[in-house]
């Protein structure tokens, strides 16, 4: 065979090759993809969303060479089912974990082996996928097991409870369990298990290379309480900067149960410190992966998985954490759901941009898996919003979105437009009338329209009706029993 034969041989093997390995944005190397995800952090609680209190410049960095999303939602307003709206790209009247629910001896309701997630369908791809922090989906060697939901690897906590408490007896390294022995019985505070997650973190990092892409999860435990932090420089500039009123918990030491909340003398210089040594993690992050060369090539999204929280000493309004919205954690108000949202990618996402696209968690599978250049075959709910972050095609819009409570006696709420609806009491008495909310001229839904507008608020209303489906884990106004 001719050496002219050859090249048009190898030509045409190499053509069909590249082409697939080229994803719908254009380019010819798929990103590396990296999730942030804070816990109970408040769409008010960073700079560039009006804080004030508190320093957050490499978020607030983030933001300034990428885009902030303004109107962005969690999947709802608690840890579990917000994440698992996250990842198997279903809003929480489809998905399959719906509320907070423990099992024993350690961790939560697993999420079903059929569920597919979004490292399912990345690992698939030929991503490397690891996840560090706090899972909350299903105990270690059950279905849920983030190791058998498509993550490589996995540190952190497994049980969203245990995470209640900073300095615990023990992490997972993916099934192994590590006994975390200077914290003894919860009778001392040395290994502060945030410090720990990012140090692992940043070692996942330290390993990859530009040879293939990954998927890194990052469910950080902070701010969530209880409000601790070690004793450094970050706390110490905190301390004395704010009037406090200490609160009394449940403290380290004999007798401690593990997911209390410790007792701090002060709450709101640590929530602070805690807000400030995330912020600290992502810089220390963004610096890993410039050192690695990565930063150019890796997609990087900082979100927090519900509204923020009035547990442990915290005090929201002091720092007016829920940014003007109305509601916290445990709401499907805005102050609940609206998240802070940010992207970066170097060459991609024009810096310094704010966008209103009306997103939510459900729409990061999707999004993902188009980036990555694979497709979707499960049903979902999500839209890709990856033509909002390249600038190319034409970006789809929802219909309306869906989220529900299975708290407070079951709450129900929808978004179509700048429409909203709420729907309190919705499990106990499913026929409760709706409150509706116009989010162009009341953000902070302080005006109820239902009287009216009663065409609109029985529309939203029966889109709620139409967007839940029956659980038997998880029965909601009647379904399941």
């Not at 529900?404 to 008495?429: I, P, S």
């Amino acid at each position: 065979m001719s050496k002219s034969l050859v090249y048009v041989v190898l030509l045409l093997f190499l053509i069909p090759v590249a082409n697939a390995q080229r994803n719908q944005t254009g380019t010819s190397q798929r990103p590396n993809i990296i999730f942030i995800l804070a816990d109970d952090l408040g769409y008010g609680d960073l700079g560039i969303n009006g804080q004030k209190l508190i320093k957050t410049p490499n978020i607030d960095r983030l933001a300034k060479e990428g885009v902030r999303f303004t109107q962005f939602y969690a999947g709802t307003s608690v840890c579990a089912p917000s994440r698992s709206a996250l990842m198997t790209g279903q809003h929480t009247g489809h998905t399959y974990i719906r509320g907070n629910k423990s099992v024993e001896p350690e961790g939560q309701q697993p999420i079903a082996d059929s569920v597919v997630t979004m490292a399912e369908i990345l690992k698939k791809a030929g991503y490397v996928t690891g996840a560090f922090g706090k899972w909350g989906l299903g105990p270690v060697g059950s279905e849920g097991d983030p190791n058998k939901q498509g993550f490589d690897r996995f540190y952190g906590y497994n049980c969203q409870s245990l995470a209640h408490r900073a300095y615990p007896e023990h992490l997972w390294d993916n099934d192994k369990k590590i006994p975390l022995t200077e914290n003894g019985k919860l009778l001392y505070t040395r290994q502060y298990a945030p410090d720990l997650i990012q140090k692992a973190a940043l070692g996942f990092v330290d390993a990859r290379d530009n040879k293939q892409p990954f998927f890194l999860f990052l469910p950080y435990i902070l701010p969530h309480a209880e409000l601790i932090a070690p004793e450094d420089s970050i706390f110490q500039y905190y301390k004395g900067k704010f009037a406090e009123k200490p609160y009394k918990g449940a403290d380290y030491g004999p007798g401690a149960t593990s997911g209390g909340y410790a007792s701090q003398t002060h709450p709101h210089a640590a929530f602070a410190a805690m807000v400030a040594r995330l912020d600290l993690y992502v810089g220390q992050l963004m610096a890993k992966l410039k050192e690695k060369g990565l930063d150019q090539n890796t997609l990087v999204i900082f979100s927090s998985d519900n509204g923020p929280h009035l547990e442990g000493g915290a005090d929201p309004v002091f720092f007016n954490s829920g940014g003007g919205f109305r509601g916290f954690k445990r709401d499907l108000y805005e102050g609940g759901i609206r998240e802070p949202f940010v992207a970066r990618w170097p060459g991609v996402i024009k810096p310094g941009t704010k966008n209103d696209f009306v997103g939510a968690f459900w729409d990061l599978l999707p999004t993902f898996a188009e980036l990555a250049g694979t497709k979707i075959t499960n049903r979902i709910d999500g839209i890709s919003f990856a033509p909002t972050l390249t600038g190319k095609g034409v970006q789809k819009q929802h219909e309306y979105l869906y989220w529900e409570f299975h708290e407070k006696g079951g709450v129900q709420a929808v978004r179509q437009g700048n429409w909203k609806a709420v729907r309190l009491n919705a499990a106990t008495k499913p026929d409760t009338p709706v409150e509706l909310y116009d989010l162009a001229t009341d953000p902070a839904e302080k005006t109820n329209l239902a009287a009216k507008n009663p065409d609109k608020a029985r529309q939203l209303g029966d889109l709620m009706q139409k967007s839940h489906t029956p659980s038997n884990l998880f029965p909601f106004g009647g379904d399941g029993k």
